[in-house]
């Protein structure tokens, strides 16, 4: 017996598993970002398959008329030979006809066209999907799953065995599949590629640099050629040049572009809840005074994280570095859970940070989250 699988892709990073491996055109692709009830998750599968939900059965009654033949021995052709009669029975026609309709589940359709389809199911950001609903849907796709169809899940690295602790009869089910980071020889094609086509050069050194802050994404190496262009002005070939940027003028680039990307959800964070009575200054080593939501974002900046899981004591211990009066284990608990939650009702579709209260870790999940951390002006 051949077996199925359950595939889980889990990224790192914010690039998802491509749309290279399955095209669109021959599988089914379910955004976890837009699913909020499972209704959302079932009709976006029904859209994508085109089936219908409504099932008409029609039946008819009638009387049909009747012809008959009679003829003579040496008739062998009715017509051919006139020594043949021909007989009708032809009763009044009264026919009716009744048509039922019956509505099936969008569950039920939507399995069904994925069994009869048998292309691959698709879930990105499976892990912004509630935790009750993921068990509600792993449930209802496990026997399609036992039948062969395949299933990749596409998930945030520390998310990668939610499928398994929503539904256990997964297990033996669940094949992991780990989407990397781009490497420094990866990162550093892009300016090495993209600079001579405005007939420039860049220096080994800046190329280093940039590979060495994107925290392996390709989208801030992007962003940065692009600041670092806007900063010599450079807008055509024709402005052309070799370009070997100073530590500062990188500095500037970095910068720069931490304003732009990251500024907006750590404002966010640094204010917290809309009503909350934990507005206590705690005062910082370096002089400056903030409340217990913006000391843990100095205290992760302190960090200055990757995409990284950050234990507790670690991040106690950088508390204790940068303030003078350190809060207890269980203010630090509440107010970083109240951060995860801010953080996933952000608009994007991986939180920049997620907090597991039960292990007491916390994940830095977003590249130009940490990018900011890294290189924002916090203190402002």
């Known amino acids: 017996m051949q077996a199925s699988y359950c595939y889980w892709a889990y990224k790192i990073g914010e690039d998802s598993f491509g749309e290279g491996a399955f095209p669109p055109d021959n599988a089914i692709w379910v955004d ?4 909020g009830e499972e209704e959302d998750f079932w009709a976006t599968i029904i859209e994508q398959l085109e089936l219908f939900q409504g099932v008409s059965e029609q039946s008819s009654n009638g009387r049909s008329n009747e012809i008959g033949a009679e003829g003579t021995a040496e008739a062998n052709f009715l017509v051919a030979k006139g020594s043949g009669k021909l007989s009708a029975k032809s009763a009044e026609t009264k026919a009716s006809s009744k048509l039922q309709t019956r509505a099936v589940s969008s569950r039920v359709t939507a399995l069904a066209g994925l069994r009869e389809a048998m292309i691959p199911l698709v879930v990105d950001d499976f892990h912004y999907i509630p935790r009750d609903l993921q068990g509600s849907l792993v449930r209802a796709l496990k026997s ?5 169809l395949p299933v990749v899940l596409i998930a945030i690295p520390h998310r990668r065995f939610d499928a398994l602790k929503v539904e256990k009869e997964m297990t033996g089910r669940l ?3 780990e989407i990397p980071l781009w490497e420094g020889r990866e990162l550093g094609y892009i300016p090495r590629t993209g600079f001579p086509l405005v007939a420039c050069t860049l220096s080994d050194d800046a190329v280093a640099s940039f590979s060495r802050e994107a925290i392996g994404s390709p989208h801030l190496v992007q962003d940065f ?5 806007r900063q010599n002005a450079i807008k055509t070939d024709a402005d052309g040049r070799a370009l ?3 530590e500062e003028e990188l500095k500037e680039v970095y910068s720069e572009i931490a304003e732009t990307i990251g500024r907006p959800i750590f404002e966010k964070l640094a204010r917290g809840p809309r009503q909350r009575t934990d507005r206590i200054s705690r005062k910082l ?4 005074e903030v409340d217990i939501y913006g000391l843990i974002l100095h205290a992760l900046a302190h960090i200055r994280p990757g995409l990284v899981t950050i234990e507790y004591e670690e991040l106690r211990a950088a508390i204790r570095e940068v ?7 269980h203010e630090v608990a509440r107010v970083l859970r109240h951060m995860a939650s801010i953080a996933a009702s952000d608009e994007s579709s991986t939180p920049v940070i997620d907090f597991d209260e039960e292990e007491k870790v916390l994940h830095v999940t977003d590249p130009f ?3 900011y951390l890294r290189w924002g002006e916090i203190d402002s």
């Open 32 to 35: 976890g970002g837009t699913v």
């Open 144 to 148: 399609p799953i036992f039948d062969g």
């Open 175 to 177: 094949h992991p599949i």
């Open 225 to 229: 050629c692009r600041a670092l262009c």
């Open 244 to 246: 070997n940027p100073s």
């Open 285 to 288: 080593r370096n002089g400056g």
């Open 323 to 329: 303030a003078i009066d350190a809060p207890q284990l």
């Open 369 to 371: 989250f940490a990018f």
